[in-house]
C-alpha cells in the first residue's frame, strides 16, 4: 500500500518560515519524481516545486528564491524549506510522487500564513 504522509504545516506570520516533510511508503522512493503543490481556498491546485530522482529542481515563478525542495532517498523523504512566506502562500499543501505509469498524492498538510 503506497502512503505519502504529509507533516510541518501550521500557522505562521508573514515573513516567516515553515519546513514541511513527506515520508513515503510502499513505492521505490528513489526512482520518484517528487513535487509538492498547493491548493488555496477557492483556487485550483497548482504545482509548487519538484524534484527529479536525479535531483534536477523547477519552481513555480511565485515563490523562486524563497521556497527550496530537497530529497534524501534513505529516509524515503522530500522536503519544502519555505522562508519569507506570505499570505498567497496560504493552502494545502499536497506532496505528489510520479513515475512514467503511477502517481500519488498525500492527504495534505494545512498552511496559513496571518499578515
Known amino acids: 500500500q503506497v502512503q505519502l504522509v504529509e507533516s510541518g504545516g501550521g500557522l505562521v506570520q508573514a515573513g516567516g518560515s515553515l519546513r514541511l516533510s513527506c515520508v513515503a511508503s510502499g513505492i521505490l522512493f528513489r526512482i520518484y519524481a517528487m513535487a509538492w503543490y498547493r491548493q488555496a481556498p477557492g483556487k485550483q491546485r497548482e504545482l509548487v516545486a519538484a524534484?527529479?530522482?536525479?535531483?534536477?529542481?523547477n519552481y513555480a515563478d511565485s515563490v523562486k528564491g524563497r521556497f527550496w525542495i530537497s530529497r534524501d532517498n534513505a529516509k524515503n523523504t522530500v522536503y519544502l524549506q519555505m522562508n519569507s512566506l506570505n499570505a498567497e502562500d496560504t493552502g494545502i499543501y499536497y506532496c505528489?510522487?510520479?513515475?512514467?505509469?503511477?502517481?500519488?498524492w498525500g492527504q495534505g498538510t494545512q498552511v496559513t500564513v496571518s499578515s
Open positions: 524534484i527529479t530522482s536525479g535531483g534536477s529542481t
Open positions: 505528489n510522487a510520479g513515475s512514467d505509469r503511477y502517481r500519488y
